[in-house]
């Protein structure tokens, strides 16, 4: 398990975040997750065959396609997906890999750190985000939709 200065050292320092299986659903937790990280400064690179366009950046069929370089993967794809995507990751450069929460592939993650890669599983980007630098508060999620304050 990553320890919370690793994780806050990573968010510290990368902020180019290629998202695998970003939708363009807004219902969708990947499209949470990417909305929130660009909405705090991260350049967001969508990573599905599906879409041409999704949060206003172009969206690429696979990590392999991507003309720029990547800090972090982020993946919201099943477990079983995980191990090519992880070979691209390492292929392109990157210099994580991050399985979104439920998604854990031991073997992949191996194949990562051996490589050079660091590992982050089961975790959210976005929880993590908001719990180490601001964006969650003791009801949760501080949208700033609703405020006491008058305006």
Same mark, same amino acid.
């Given at each position: 398990?990553?320890? #919370?200065?690793? $994780?806050? +050292?990573?968010?510290?320092?990368?902020?180019? =975040?290629?998202?695998?299986?970003?939708?363009?659903?807004? %219902?969708?937790?990947?499209?949470?997750?990417?909305?929130?990280?660009?909405?705090?400064?991260?350049?967001?690179?969508?990573?599905?065959?599906?879409?041409?366009?999704?949060?206003?950046?172009?969206?690429?069929?696979?990590?392999?396609?991507?003309?720029?370089?990547?800090? #972090?993967?982020? $993946?919201? +794809?099943?477990?079983?997906?995980?191990?090519? =995507?992880?070979?691209?990751?390492?292929?392109?450069?990157? %210099?994580?890999?991050?399985?979104?929460?439920?998604?854990?592939?031991?073997?992949?993650?191996?194949?990562?750190?051996?490589?050079?890669?660091?590992?982050?599983?089961?975790?959210?980007?976005?929880?993590?985000?908001?719990?180490?630098?601001?964006?969650?508060?003791?009801?949760?999620?501080?949208?700033?939709?609703?405020?006491?304050?008058?305006?």
């Amino acid at each position: 398990m990553e320890s #919370i200065e690793t $994780i806050k +050292r990573i968010l510290n320092e990368y902020k180019t =975040i290629a998202v695998v299986g970003l939708s363009a659903k807004w %219902n969708r937790p990947s499209h949470f997750a990417a909305k929130y990280m660009k909405e705090h400064g991260y350049k967001i690179i969508p990573v599905n065959p599906a879409y041409e366009e999704i949060l206003g950046e172009r969206c690429y069929p696979n990590l392999l396609d991507i003309p720029e370089p990547v800090d #972090i993967v982020d $993946i919201f +794809r099943r477990p079983e997906d995980v191990p090519p =995507i992880v070979e691209d990751a390492i292929q392109i450069g990157a %210099n994580v890999v991050w399985m979104q929460l439920t998604v854990e592939h031991e073997e992949a993650a191996q194949r990562a750190r051996e490589a050079g890669l660091e590992v982050v599983m089961n975790r959210c980007v976005k929880i993590e985000h908001g719990r180490l630098f601001g964006g969650i508060n003791f009801l949760g999620v501080n949208r700033r939709l609703i405020s006491s304050k008058k305006s």
